[in-house]
């Protein structure tokens, strides 16, 4: 949401009132304005599309018309806008076509939003300092692809079994030594066993009446 800032102006004086609105570039980017109000033969300013580079200022002269508030609804209330776009090199072809149409601001660009304060009981300053980004996102779409190697800093997987050693494969030649050795082990303790029983004969437990 924007906070309204006020912008006092004198009242009760026939001739136009000059007034100064700095704006200062706070970003590291290069940042487009686009200045408008709801009242422009009121309020007309010396620029109204201006490019601040960043970390710098710019100067924004204004002239201030009381006479010509009554002819808009808003009258003294009237409103100040100023909408801020980063520059991108992806996007100079859309702020080309942002600046010269009309109403095709979004709330997301809007930086400042100033509201008119017409007294003489108030304390006018000659000059307005706004900050950006102000409340302006300054996020913009990338319109198109972008030319890159999508994998260029992207890291290869490893392979879950790229650390393990795969056992050799046994063939059925293999089997058939295996189970033979086995049978004849089997074989051999067949013919050994009545040998040992005879030459160390089972101790016979004692049996208990």
């Given at each position: 949401?924007?906070?309204?800032?006020?912008?006092v102006l004198p009242t009760g004086t026939d001739s136009p009132q000059?007034?100064?609105?700095?704006?200062?570039?706070?970003?590291?980017?290069?940042?487009?304005?686009?200045?408008?109000?709801?009242?422009?033969?009121?309020?007309?300013?010396?620029?109204?599309?201006?490019?601040?580079?960043?970390?710098?200022?710019?100067?924004?002269?204004?002239?201030?018309?009381?006479?010509?508030?009554?002819?808009?609804?808003?009258?003294?209330?009237?409103?100040?806008?100023?909408?801020?776009?980063?520059?991108?090199?992806?996007?100079?072809?859309?702020?080309?076509?942002?600046?010269?149409?009309?109403?095709?601001?979004?709330?997301?660009?809007?930086?400042?939003?100033?509201?008119?304060?017409?007294?003489?009981?108030?304390?006018?300053?000659?000059?307005?300092?706004?900050?950006?980004?102000?409340?302006?996102?300054?996020?913009?779409?990338?319109?198109?692809?972008?030319?890159?190697?999508?994998?260029?800093?992207?890291?290869?997987?490893i392979n879950i079994d790229a650390d393990t050693n795969t056992a050799?494969?046994?063939?059925?030649?293999?089997?058939?030594?295996?189970?033979?050795?086995?049978?004849?082990?089997?074989?051999?303790?067949?013919?050994?066993a009545p040998i040992m029983d005879r030459l160390f004969p089972p101790?016979?437990?004692?049996?208990?009446?």
């Amino acid at each position: 949401m924007v906070h309204l800032t006020t912008m006092v102006l004198p009242t009760g004086t026939d001739s136009p009132q000059s007034k100064q609105i700095v704006i200062r570039n706070t970003t590291k980017q290069d940042i487009v304005l686009k200045i408008k109000s709801d009242a422009p033969r009121a309020l007309q300013f010396e620029a109204e599309k201006i490019v601040v580079d960043s970390r710098k200022y710019v100067i924004v002269n204004m002239i201030f018309h009381e006479k010509e508030l009554s002819a808009y609804p808003k009258g003294a209330s009237s409103m100040i806008y100023v909408y801020a776009r980063p520059v991108t090199k992806y996007n100079q072809e859309c702020l080309r076509r942002w600046l010269t149409i009309d109403n095709c601001e979004s709330s997301s660009q809007l930086a400042f939003a100033i509201q008119l304060q017409i007294t003489s009981s108030e304390f006018s300053a000659s000059k307005l300092i706004l900050d950006l980004p102000g409340h302006a996102s300054l996020i913009d779409p990338i319109p198109n692809a972008i030319a890159a190697n999508v994998d260029s800093d992207c890291v290869t997987g490893i392979n879950i079994d790229a650390d393990t050693n795969t056992a050799n494969v046994l063939e059925d030649k293999d089997f058939r030594y295996a189970l033979r050795i086995q049978e004849e082990s089997n074989s051999r303790c067949a013919i050994l066993a009545p040998i040992m029983d005879r030459l160390f004969p089972p101790v016979s437990q004692p049996t208990h009446a």
